[in-house]
């Protein structure tokens, strides 16, 4: 049995992984949604990865997974405790000592996003409806209205306070339907800052409401 310890993007709900954590554990694994507090602003990335760090506690055979601005949190939680694998899920990849709002312009996204809306034929105005709930079913985006809470300022301009990438094995999943952080955009960040390949998955940027079996079948995937 392994620990799967799941962090959350932005707002920091562990609501966004509820379809996930019972497919984990009818599998026969442990699993643990993050709830992170991104409304509040004296909390940022080290509260963050105070929060993952107490989630792990003294848990072995960890699977650490991290969603969207989690892929900030991930890597500083990993310098503290033992972690198996990372595995970054439509996440933002960070260099050390770089903050989430400086990631934007360093990566490109902007405009890699507005390509990928020109070339789709989908609006390039930034709106919840066609970025994040596109392929979600119509039930469950509106359930997800009652978690959704704003990210606070204050992690934005706080640094990934790691050295250099944590010595741990890392996979980066890349959502074939992801308008947000395009698919394309993805792999080049994953093979310039990490020098891997970035995997496809079925499913937008929140591929755990959309696809959340397709995605548990990858992350069981990479278990001995």
Do not use: K
């Not at 940027?205 to 990479?222: K, N, T």
Request: hydrophobic share 45%; charged share 20%.
């Amino acid at each position: 049995m392994s620990a799967f310890v799941l962090i959350p993007g932005a707002g920091g709900a562990a609501w966004y992984w509820h379809r996930v954590v019972p497919e984990l554990r009818a599998r026969g694994h442990e699993a643990v949604a993050v709830d992170l507090p991104g409304a509040d602003e004296s909390a940022g990335l080290p509260e963050y990865a105070d929060a993952v760090v107490d989630a792990i506690g003294r848990r072995e055979d960890v699977v650490l997974v991290a969603q969207s601005m989690g892929g900030f949190t991930a890597p500083m939680a990993c310098t503290r405790v033992p972690v198996r694998l990372l595995v970054l899920v439509n996440a933002m990849v960070p260099l050390p000592g770089e903050t989430p709002g400086e990631w934007w312009g360093n990566t490109g996204s902007e405009a890699a996003r507005v390509a990928a809306a020109e070339a789709g034929g989908y609006a390039a105005e930034l709106g919840l409806p066609t970025y994040f709930w596109h392929d979600v079913p119509a039930e469950r985006a509106a359930a997800g209205a009652a978690h959704d809470r704003p990210e606070a300022d204050i992690a934005f301009g706080q640094p990934c306070a790691v050295e250099r990438w944590p010595d741990v094995p890392t996979r980066v999943l890349a959502g074939a339907q992801d308008r947000f952080f395009p698919r394309e955009f993805q792999a080049r960040v994953a093979r310039e800052r990490l020098g891997i390949t970035a995997e496809e998955v079925p499913g937008g940027h929140l591929g755990a409401l959309s696809r959340p079996v397709a995605l548990v079948d990858r992350l069981i995937g990479y278990l001995p």
